[in-house]
């Protein structure tokens, strides 16, 4: 963002103060303040401070030039992938629960959003879309809540599907979706190095399986070899065998899962089954 010409002065002064060989040329304390004295009375105003004042607002045009080709940037790579799905993603992110959408007008250019961003209504936190055989897209939404994803509120999703009605191209049908985390359940043996204490190896296992699957990209795949290398690299561990992986989206009943698991509300927890408590049996390796 452009600084002002005071700014721009004023560090400007700052700048030379620092250098030995320039800073007894100038009284002290000089800054824009006191060139504005200067011109409006009836002295002379010395020719260094014009030369810093002339400097200083050929700086603030230039500045104000590269804001311009920002806004001009951003405007055009909106229109330029318009209806693509990485067009979908981006204005789903600029969701503003709570705010109305206007069409805005840049430089006789038009869009339709926000007058003012609030990070703070911001709320999707993921979102991921998705197509099918038919053509038919949908995109999946989940907000924050201290750190964990959780599904919209009937009135968030409600919103966010009326921002969807004013923004979507003519003749385009997407849906969006915002539904709880799908459910699964880990039935497996980790071998462990026999020295550990048992309440450590279980804390750590536990942790890293939970943090596989937070850190799974939204929308994603479970790959149930790709867990087992997450909890191979744990300093303990000497094997794992996953002997049942079962899996479904949220009130659905689990399902035996043999390679991998393609979630369908985005992301999934370790829910609706056995606890890893429960279902992880440990067995010490000396």
Same mark, same amino acid.
């Given at each position: 963002?452009?600084?002002?010409?005071?700014?721009?002065? /004023?560090?400007?002064?700052?700048?030379?103060?620092?250098?030995?060989?320039?800073?007894?040329?100038?009284? $002290?304390?000089? /800054?824009?303040?006191?060139?504005?004295?200067?011109?409006?009375?009836?002295?002379?105003?010395? $020719?260094?401070?014009?030369?810093?004042?002339?400097?200083?607002?050929?700086?603030?045009?230039?500045?104000?030039?590269?804001?311009?080709?920002?806004?001009?940037?951003? $405007?055009?790579?909106?229109?330029?992938?318009?209806?693509?799905? @990485?067009?979908?993603?981006?204005?789903?992110?600029?969701?503003?629960?709570?705010?109305? *959408?206007?069409?805005?007008? =840049?430089?006789?250019?038009?869009?339709?959003?926000?007058?003012?961003?609030?990070?703070?209504?911001?709320?999707?936190?993921?979102? =991921?879309?998705?197509?099918?055989?038919?053509? =038919?897209?949908?995109?999946?939404? =989940?907000?924050?809540?201290?750190?964990?994803? *959780?599904?919209?509120?009937?009135?968030?999703?409600?919103?966010? /599907?009326?921002?969807?009605?004013?923004?979507?191209?003519?003749?385009?049908?997407?849906?969006?979706?915002?539904?709880?985390?799908?459910?699964?359940?880990?039935?497996?043996?980790?071998?462990?190095?026999?020295?550990?204490?048992?309440?450590?190896?279980?804390?750590?296992?536990?942790?890293?399986?939970?943090?596989?699957?937070?850190?799974?990209?939204?929308?994603?795949?479970?790959?149930?070899?790709?867990?087992?290398?997450?909890?191979?690299?744990?300093?303990? $561990?000497?094997?794992?065998?996953?002997?049942?992986?079962?899996?479904?989206? /949220?009130?659905?009943? @689990? @399902?035996?899962?043999?390679?991998?698991?393609?979630?369908?509300?985005?992301?999934?927890?370790?829910?609706?089954?056995?606890?890893?408590?429960?279902?992880?049996?440990?067995?010490?390796?000396?």
């Amino acid at each position: 963002m452009a600084r002002s010409i005071n700014e721009i002065y /004023n560090q400007l002064i700052t700048e030379k103060e620092t250098k030995a060989t320039l800073s007894g040329l100038l009284p $002290l304390g000089t /800054n824009f303040e006191d060139l504005l004295t200067d011109i409006t009375s009836q002295s002379k105003v010395a $020719l260094w401070r014009l030369q810093l004042y002339l400097h200083a607002f050929s700086t603030w045009i230039l500045e104000n030039l590269f804001d311009k080709f920002v806004t001009d940037v951003e $405007l055009t790579k909106k229109q330029s992938i318009f209806g693509t799905e @990485l067009w979908w993603i981006d204005r789903i992110f600029e969701f503003q629960y709570g705010y109305n *959408v206007e069409i805005l007008e =840049a430089d006789g250019r038009y869009s339709i959003g926000y007058p003012i961003e609030d990070p703070a209504a911001q709320i999707v936190e993921a979102a =991921a879309l998705f197509t099918d055989d038919n053509g =038919a897209s949908t995109i999946k939404v =989940a907000k924050d809540d201290n750190g964990d994803l *959780v599904k919209f509120t009937n009135l968030e999703l409600t919103a966010l /599907n009326a921002y969807r009605d004013k923004i979507q191209p003519a003749g385009a049908k997407i849906d969006v979706i915002s539904l709880s985390a799908d459910n699964c359940e880990i039935i497996a043996d980790v071998y462990y190095n026999a020295l550990f204490d048992i309440n450590q190896v279980q804390a750590e296992t536990e942790a890293k399986i939970n943090a596989y699957f937070k850190n799974l990209d939204f929308g994603g795949v479970v790959v149930i070899n790709s867990l087992i290398d997450e909890l191979q690299s744990l300093e303990f $561990l000497s094997d794992v065998f996953i002997s049942s992986f079962k899996a479904a989206s /949220n009130g659905q009943p @689990l @399902l035996a899962k043999s390679r991998q698991y393609e979630t369908s509300s985005g992301y999934i927890k370790v829910t609706g089954g056995l606890d890893l408590a429960s279902s992880l049996t440990y067995i010490p390796v000396s």
